[in-house]
């Protein structure tokens, strides 16, 4: 109950900031589902910040909708900063928003193919990024993996976290 509780806040709290400066947010969600753009939208007033989202769970939608580079895909597997970072520039590029946010990772039981390392990645692991006028942030995840809500949860926060420092600076 405190994760969901510490969500909506930072829901809250990002959809106000966005309004109040005018700006807008895009989502790209592969691990997520949509959750985080979900999260945004429970907000009364979303509608005045949230351009929408792309579940690009497969491959070929981060290629093909996103613009993901398909050679960084192939090299390093789809958890990775890289291919976060250029989910968020695609989506925030495709929607026409001021901040992109995008969530890839290992929500479980089983790890994800190829990685930033190239081996596989363990479950209860992944990256969020946030790219913006100033510059793009990227954070790693890791959380037991406690079942794929608990993985899916913890993606959540940490992206909206991100979110939220990054319109803190």
Do not use: I, N, W
């Amino acid at each position: 109950m405190g994760e969901a509780r510490d969500v909506s806040t930072l829901a809250r709290h990002v959809v106000a900031t966005l309004t109040e400066r005018g700006h807008s947010v895009a989502v790209a969600e592969s691990l997520t589902g949509g959750l985080v753009c979900a999260s945004l939208t429970d907000v009364p007033g979303a509608s005045a910040c949230v351009r929408g989202g792309v579940v690009s769970y497969a491959v070929d939608v981060k290629v093909d909708v996103l613009g993901v580079d398909a050679e960084v895909l192939a090299r390093v597997g789809a958890v990775d900063p890289a291919v976060a970072v250029a989910m968020a520039e695609g989506v925030r590029r495709l929607l026409g928003a001021t901040y992109g946010v995008a969530t890839t990772g290992a929500a479980g039981p089983d790890p994800a193919p190829g990685g930033s390392q190239t081996s596989d990645v363990p479950a209860g692991r992944g990256f969020v990024a946030v790219c913006g006028p100033g510059a793009d942030a990227v954070q790693g995840f890791a959380v037991e993996p406690d079942g794929r809500d608990v993985v899916r949860a913890a993606a959540v926060h940490a992206a909206l976290r991100l979110l939220a420092q990054e319109l803190s600076t």
